[in-house]
């Protein structure tokens, strides 16, 4: 029997006066060690007239309690937010630095839900580590039933999920590198829902009557990426070389599905200000070859100016659809039009997405970014902000704009800004944008409601699948962690949107839209901005949702002073770049 059906027996059989008292008091359900799976609450059967007393008192006593409310606050520095504070059980009001037009985009992404206080302070250490990155207690719609690494995660219905339980019972996320396998499987009826379908069966789901062709509306980048603090890659002339030389065109036409753009920017056009400036370079092998022979470095007897490497995981994105083809493709381009010898290296998956965004990797690497939010922030401020190691030492010319344009609301007065930004990217070269992958799902055929969305993964707890009351859902890969406020990799990201929940969510047309928080109002310069929570909703403990969850939430992944700062890298990325980290220590 659960907690609350049982304070409520108790109270109406034994001490109905003072539940009387108690209904103004706040306070939060006692919540279930943090080790346990979690469960969901059941309805007291029938015959059942009373609950044991001392679970009554024990929780009777914790809403006498009151609630006490938390705060975190920080001197501004190269922090966004300076107060995150619980104004009551269920109000929280975040005061920043500066002005920020995007915070209710932002606060709606992955890395920003909300977890139980409790289960925070209990596994943010080193010593729970593996729950805090493994079993996570959120207020989504699935609960965690079990991680079969190397095999599948398997999810429950959370029946208390504020929005309405989930259509199936169970939900399975099984992954497969290889698209072939994945639309095997979709056609044997082992899965339900495939993500990244290989363009070259692009036509085999349109004509086969048992499944649903799905497009990916996600805006996306993919870029070579390279880093200054190696030779000879801290040259710009080098760098622009590298800009020219590469057919970026024949790159799109041989290995991307239709739809797909050659990108002249690293931001795609359908964001406001993301295609402001000059355009990239054309494709110019004989000027190429000048800036490197004015860099000092011609050719050998070989023909050969200099080796290097070119790193890149085996994943598929919607960005890279076929990354070991590509690889291949600019590594014979390098050779063939500017004399550069490239060794292709396969990396794992997260080692590569830990050593590339730290900028350690000598040499090339393919990277790319599918947008977490519908704003020129979300592409151009992560990746070129004064905070960012992984194109080596950041350029100045570049974040400096960014900062100012980050604070406007208005998108015409921002352009000049981001204007200035692109010409300066263009200029510095810290990378090359080549793609803006066109990309698609797919899904058997009796699958209800099934709809790619536009920012993260479908919202799967609205599907109905043919024939069972389990949804099995296949990725490209295995998630690194399951406490994606200090991930960035997307199939961790998917993953933990099942289990979380944030004050905002995005719908399936990528708009933020209140979740857990009924409405967020900002001050007229959006510097101040207040959030009024929903009343009565559960996390999978049992717990009640309060301010104090918030606070907490927002204390772990954005106070670097703050002792529950514990996450997978520790780097906490999207945090540090969306609204900086509080309380830096001084380098």
């Not at 008292?21 to 306070?27: F, I, K, R």
């Not at 039933?145 to 259509?167: L, T, V």
């Not at 899965?191 to 789901?205: A, F, G, Q, R």
């Not at 296949?474 to 289990?499: F, N, R």
Request: hydrophobic residues 40%.
């Amino acid at each position: 029997m659960s907690r609350r059906i049982a304070l409520l027996w108790a109270v109406l059989a034994v001490v109905a006066a003072l539940a009387l008292a108690l209904a103004g008091c706040g306070g939060k359900a006692e919540q279930a060690p943090a080790t346990e799976a979690p469960k969901a609450e059941t309805q007291a059967p029938a015959q059942e007239t009373a609950a044991p007393q001392a679970e009554a008192t024990e929780a009777a006593t914790e809403e006498a309690q009151g609630f006490e409310p938390l705060s975190v606050t920080a001197e501004c520095k190269d922090n966004k937010i300076k107060a995150i504070e619980a104004l009551d059980e269920y109000t929280v009001r975040f005061t920043m630095c500066e002005p920020d037009p995007a915070f209710m985009a932002k606060i709606a992404f992955t890395p920003f839900f909300i977890y139980p206080q409790e289960w925070i302070e209990a596994n943010a250490n080193e010593e729970n580590k593996e729950t805090l990155l493994s079993h996570p207690i959120g207020a989504g719609p699935y609960m965690i039933e079990s991680w079969n690494r190397g095999d599948s995660i398997i999810f429950k219905r959370f029946d208390d999920y504020w929005a309405g339980p989930a259509k199936t019972e169970t939900l399975v996320f099984r992954w497969a590198t290889e698209g072939a396998q994945r639309l095997l499987e979709l056609q044997a009826g082992t899965v339900d829902y495939i993500t990244k379908l290989s363009p070259d069966d692009y036509e085999t789901v349109k004509n086969d009557p048992n499944l649903q062709f799905l497009p990916v509306p996600n805006p996306n980048i993919f870029y070579i990426g390279i880093t200054n603090t190696f030779e000879p890659w801290n040259d710009v002339r080098v760098r622009k070389a590298l800009a020219m030389g590469i057919d970026r065109e024949r790159i799109v036409k041989n290995f991307y599905p239709e739809g797909s753009e050659v990108a002249d920017f690293f931001t795609p056009c359908s964001i406001p200000n993301g295609c402001v400036g000059e355009p990239w370079y054309d494709f110019d092998p004989d000027a190429a070859n000048a800036l490197l022979d004015e860099a000092g470095l011609p050719r050998g007897e070989d023909g050969i100016r200099f080796r290097t490497k070119i790193y890149y995981r085996d994943v598929f994105r919607v960005y890279l659809p076929e990354p070991g083809l590509v690889a291949v493709e600019i590594q014979t381009q390098l050779r063939d039009n500017l004399g550069i010898e490239a060794e292709v290296v396969v990396m794992e998956s997260g080692e590569f997405i830990a050593q590339s965004t730290a900028g350690k990797l000598d040499g090339l690497y393919l990277l790319g970014w599918g947008a977490d939010y519908l704003h020129v922030t979300n592409f151009l401020d992560f990746h070129f902000s004064r905070n960012n190691p992984q194109f080596g030492e950041p350029y100045p010319e570049i974040y400096e704009p960014l900062e100012q344009a980050s604070t406007i609301a208005d998108p015409e007065k921002a352009r000049p800004y981001y204007e200035q930004a692109n010409n300066a990217i263009r200029e510095l070269v810290p990378m090359i944008p080549v793609a803006h992958g066109a990309a698609a799902d797919a899904a058997r055929a009796d699958v209800q409601n099934a709809k790619a969305a536009v920012l993260g993964p479908p919202d799967l707890q609205t599907f109905v699948p043919g024939d069972r009351d389990t949804l099995v859902y296949m990725k490209a890969a295995e998630p690194i962690s399951l406490y994606c406020a200090d991930e960035t990799d997307g199939e961790s990201l998917d993953a933990c949107k099942m289990v979380g929940e944030g004050l905002y969510r995005y719908n399936a047309d990528g708009e933020a839209v209140p979740a857990l928080a009924e409405k967020c109002e900002a001050n007229e310069d959006s510097t101040v901005f207040t959030c009024y929570l929903r009343q009565g909703l559960k996390f999978h403990d049992g717990s009640t949702v309060d301010a104090n969850d918030v606070v907490r939430t927002w204390d772990a992944l954005l106070n670097a002073a703050s002792p529950y700062h514990v996450g997978n890298t520790g780097a906490f990325e999207y945090a540090d770049y969306l609204f900086g980290l509080m309380n830096k220590p001084e380098e």
